[in-house]
């Protein structure tokens, strides 16, 4: 069944002295969080506008922490939002009424924009995500800006050239010269269209080769707000050496956070934690740490912990107190089991501090791996049976996220996929240098703030 929000909804609109109204339109959770991040920026500015949203997939629960009043009813449709990923989830959909649901919405945009234009305010759209977000902004005859989160030409080449493809489907991503097809680029080339925000430079460049795209290469909000509780420069103290020869090997575990899927991928992420834990008994000399280890899992807020309790305590893993394990999370509500010379975390509240102490992940995630490889660091993945995470999007995935990613087709190939990363110190180095050059420096959310506020 479809559920619909309870979120406040827009009292009648009024004539504002603030100068801009704006409207946000987002598809997807992750979508929902990269525009409240450039929203918060926005209301830090100086004149910051009014600000609006209507969520097109699922509850919008991001803006209700800025308390952004919604212009119509939002719903949870079955897909989540993955429609693109099975063409099954996608049927579900239209079962549950996603025709006219996305009918209704187009005349809330609309009628929105048209009473703010009756009122004499200045009315603007900002559209984050995909093609569906920026068609909302263009029908809704209002100025528009857009955020492209879904596209990046890494998917088919990088700075050397065009990717060698296994997936047949890929070869149609980009047949028109760029990985946004043309009808995209109409809409990103209208007069209306006033900024576009590619996710990164590479994608920017060959944007900007169609003069009348507004394109600005200023980041990717995706990696802001990712600070971790302990200051960074703790790894770089005079006795770093000492340290790193003292202290475990971390294993960052996403197994995403959708509830279904992602139990489903933590009995596939396990086996692999158990084809690691096999190589640390061999007292792989690669590792160069104390020889513990330690797993953490970043767990999503929607998943259940005895459900991912149960499967650990099923393979030889015992409760163990929080307070003597090597790695301190902050915590209180963690759990932490142990088994022989390996400790294993699970938490919902320090997924940053995750994703900093972590030398390497075992992922099944969309959004999480690319903010891991972001912060430098190489991650495995292993395909799933979707929604989301199936061997199509992590194909994709590890096309755009190039040699950081090392895509596994079983979970028992983990331990040796890490340990040819880790032999090689001169690969991990570029490694480092790819992820930030692929997913860009922190305070995009900011520049984009600034920018948005000059253009329109």
């Excluded at 393979?315 to 509500?333: L, R, Y």
């Excluded at 759990?335 to 900093?356: G, P, S, V, W």
């Amino acid at each position: 069944m479809s559920d619909f929000s309870t979120f406040p909804l827009a009292s009648n609109p009024q004539k504002t002295t603030s100068g801009l109204r704006l409207l946000v339109l987002s598809n997807g959770h992750g979508e929902d969080v990269i525009a409240s991040r450039i929203l918060q920026e926005l209301k830090e500015q100086p004149n910051p506008p009014d600000i609006f949203a209507l969520p097109l997939v699922g509850e919008g629960r991001a803006y209700h922490k800025l308390d952004i009043p919604f212009i119509g009813s939002v719903q949870t449709m079955p897909s989540g939002g993955f429609v693109y990923m099975d063409g099954r989830e996608l049927v579900k959909d239209v079962r549950s009424g996603l025709a006219q649901f996305t009918l209704n919405q187009i005349k809330a945009v609309r009628n929105w924009v048209k009473q703010e234009k009756k009122l004499g305010n200045k009315a603007a759209i900002l559209a984050v995500g995909d093609i569906v977000p920026l068609l909302f902004a263009w029908i809704s005859g209002a100025n528009y800006t857009f955020v492209g989160t879904a596209k990046s030409e890494y998917y088919v080449q990088d700075e050397a050239g065009l990717l060698k493809r296994t997936n047949k489907g890929s070869y149609w991503e980009n047949f028109s010269g760029s990985i946004y097809h043309p009808w995209e680029r109409y809409l990103m080339s209208r007069s209306r269209c006033k900024a576009v925000f590619p996710r990164d430079s590479l994608t920017t460049k060959f944007l900007q080769k169609w003069r009348n795209i507004p394109a600005f290469d200023l980041g990717n909000p995706m990696m802001d707000g990712l600070e971790p509780s302990f200051p960074l420069q703790r790894f770089y103290n005079a006795d770093a050496e000492h340290q790193e020869i003292q202290r475990p090997f971390i294993v960052t575990l996403l197994p995403g956070s959708r509830p279904n899927e992602a139990y489903s991928n933590w009995e596939t992420i396990l086996i692999g934690v158990s084809a690691l834990m096999g190589s640390f008994r061999e007292r792989d000399s690669i590792f160069h740490t104390s020889g513990t280890v330690v797993f953490l899992g970043a767990i999503a807020s929607a998943l259940d912990f005895s459900i991912l309790s149960q499967s650990l305590k099923l393979q030889g893993w015992h409760s163990h107190p929080n307070d003597e394990c090597p790695i301190k999370i902050p915590d209180s509500q963690a759990l932490t089991f142990k088994q022989k010379n390996a400790y294993f975390i699970l938490t919902k509240n320090a997924y940053n501090d995750c994703l900093h102490l972590g030398d390497t992940a075992i992922a099944m995630a969309g959004t999480a791996t690319e903010q891991f490889i972001g912060l430098g660091k190489p991650a495995i993945t292993i395909p799933g049976k979707g929604p989301q995470f199936n061997p199509g999007f992590a194909e994709a995935q590890s096309r755009h996220l190039g040699l950081s990613v090392t895509l596994v087709k079983q979970p028992m190939e983990v331990a040796d996929a890490i340990r040819k990363l880790f032999n090689n110190p001169d690969q991990m180095h570029i490694i480092a240098e790819n992820g930030l050059r692929r997913m860009g420096k922190a305070g995009a959310a900011r520049r984009i703030a600034e920018c948005l506020l000059q253009e329109l």
